[in-house]
């Protein structure tokens, strides 16, 4: 079996010359050499002069493959499966020996999904160090006098994605509920004016580019703020009621966004027309009011809805959360942006009451790439460029990483990214400049621990669990419509530790099929 290779041509088909034909071939022959074809023929003539000077335009390179497990199983995928269509890129190098062993379409461009968090997590550890924290000023805008605040009080954003209960002991108000402790032991039990929050950091760009607008009242799909809270979603549970109206719990519990509950628990035991749970959740562009439609499962299960404004939902949520803790506000809550487009930056006037530290950059890089959270991603990505002329940006932290992963060996000339976190429909990346990305960050224990773990945690914790991948699989998941991809490092039976890059893009079967696939060469190559 030395030495065997199987060739995939990719979708280039040849046309068999059939004998009966013949006649015909040869006619056409003897018609050209009629005085009456000779331009023609000498067109023909000039024409084959200039075709070493034209630009290639070659179909599919030819992809060899090894002709052991690995190379016969992505063979059968290409050919033989209902992913033939799809396109297929890996690319996986054992890091101590420094082979390959495998490579398919390496080179090639895909949509890279959430793998485009491996790009923005790397360079903000290497810009930012995973010490950094991020440090939030609360203000007074006014003198406080026998327990009164005479005057706003002032949240200055700086983008601290952290205000959550994914990275909270409890809910994410609890952050606030610890703002209303700090401002009590300072005597303070009234604010005359109003809570004004304050997109102290970015361009005040609340989507990315190439993000869908039929994502936006998804949590997926929350806006990007440097002011932000609980991810710029109200979470709902929904818990179920046989045959009725389930009921709704909300966190926070807020007056910000309504909720119309028009849905009808699935009753197992009174269902003769095989109804199937479906719950359908829309929210209209520019309101906080969200439906929820359908029919809900029999079982507690939870959704989310994204925010419109999320400055105005983190005052919001403060104001009532000093309410509720005993401070009175006379005011109201109020959104400003430091850089609004085509003003001047907003100058800022108050006195720092006290400071808010977020958790370690180490922390919300572990969260991030365990669960994908987009809106860190985003965060972290303007982050890097925090004092740029006109707010921090995507297009500027870009620039700031683009010299990174430079510098990490990947050629930058092969990737072009738009967002930090790979909800964008024009990202493109390479399987071979992912692994670049991976060899260089292999060591970093940071980077290391933050990806999920087949079959224990994070997008992970599903899949591979029942298998020899199982605990061996460290990896970035990807999902989008028609693109699924799988990155970073896993650990062969031998001991050998592998860095590879799955992407598949433009299939028609189901996301589930894709991962099955997926998994299973992490399994071949576990074990390889």
């Not at 870009?398 to 790979?422: Q, Y």
């Amino acid at each position: 079996m030395m030495g065997r290779t199987l060739y995939i041509f990719g979708s280039v088909q040849r046309l068999p010359l059939l004998p009966v034909f013949a006649p015909l071939r040869r006619a056409s022959c003897l018609l050209l050499l009629l005085p009456v074809f000779a331009p023609l023929r000498r067109a023909s003539c000039l024409l084959l002069l200039l075709l070493p000077l034209l630009p290639a335009c070659a179909p599919k390179v030819v992809q060899r493959l090894p002709m052991d497990r690995v190379g016969r199983f992505i063979h059968t995928l290409a050919t033989e499966t209902r992913q033939a269509n799809a396109n297929w890129g890996v690319l996986a190098v054992n890091l101590a020996t420094g082979k390959t062993l495998i490579e398919f379409y390496a080179d090639h461009h895909f949509a890279p999904a959430s793998n485009t968090k491996l790009y923005t997590s790397a360079a903000a550890l290497f810009l930012l160090g995973s010490d950094y924290r991020y440090l939030t000023p609360i203000l007074a805008d006014g003198p406080v006098t026998d327990g009164v605040l005479d005057g706003d009080l002032i949240v200055m954003g700086v983008g601290d994605p952290s205000w959550s209960a994914r990275m909270r002991e409890e809910d994410g108000a609890s952050v606030f509920r610890g703002w209303a402790d700090s401002l009590a032991a300072r005597g303070i039990n009234r604010i005359t004016g109003d809570i004004i929050g304050i997109d102290g950091t970015s361009d005040g760009i609340p989507y990315g580019a190439g993000w869908m607008w039929d994502d936006e009242p998804f949590w997926h799909g929350a806006p990007i703020s440097g002011l932000m809270f609980n991810e710029n979603v109200v979470d709902i549970t929904i818990v179920p009621n046989l045959g009725g109206t389930p009921q709704l719990i909300l966190d926070p519990v807020t007056d910000y966004v309504t909720i119309v509950n028009n849905l009808t628990t699935l009753d197992t035991l009174n269902n003769p027309d095989s109804l199937v749970a479906d719950i359908e959740l829309t929210r209209p562009r520019g309101s906080n009011v969200a439906r929820l439609d359908g029919i809900s499962p029999p079982d507690t299960v939870e959704t989310a809805v994204a925010v419109e404004n999320p400055v105005l939902f983190t005052a919001t949520v403060l104001g009532e959360t000093l309410l509720a803790a005993g401070i009175k506000v006379d005011g109201q809550p109020l959104a400003r942006y430091r850089f609004a487009p085509g003003r001047e930056p907003l100058e800022i006037v108050g006195d720092t009451l006290f400071t808010f530290a977020s958790p370690r950059m180490g922390e919300i890089v572990y969260y991030l790439n365990k669960d994908s959270q987009n809106l860190m991603a985003e965060n972290l990505l303007r982050t890097v460029s925090i004092g740029v002329e006109g707010g921090a940006s995507a297009e500027a932290g870009l620039e700031k990483m683009r010299p990174v992963w430079a510098f990490m060996g990947i050629d930058t000339n092969t990737i072009f990214l738009r967002d930090g976190s790979g909800v964008s429909h024009y990202n493109r990346v390479t399987p071979r400049a992912t692994v670049s990305l991976l060899r260089f960050m292999h060591g970093d224990t940071t980077f290391f621990k933050s990806l999920p773990i087949a079959g224990v945690d994070g997008t992970l914790e599903k899949r591979m669990a029942d298998g020899p991948a199982q605990g061996r699989v460290f990896a970035k998941t990807g999902t989008l419509t028609h693109a699924h991809t799988l990155s970073g490092y896993l650990i062969q039976t031998g001991g050998d530790t592998v860095a590879f890059s799955i992407m598949i893009n433009d299939y028609l079967t189901s996301g589930a099929e894709v991962d099955r696939y997926a998994d299973r060469l992490c399994e071949l190559l576990v074990t390889l």
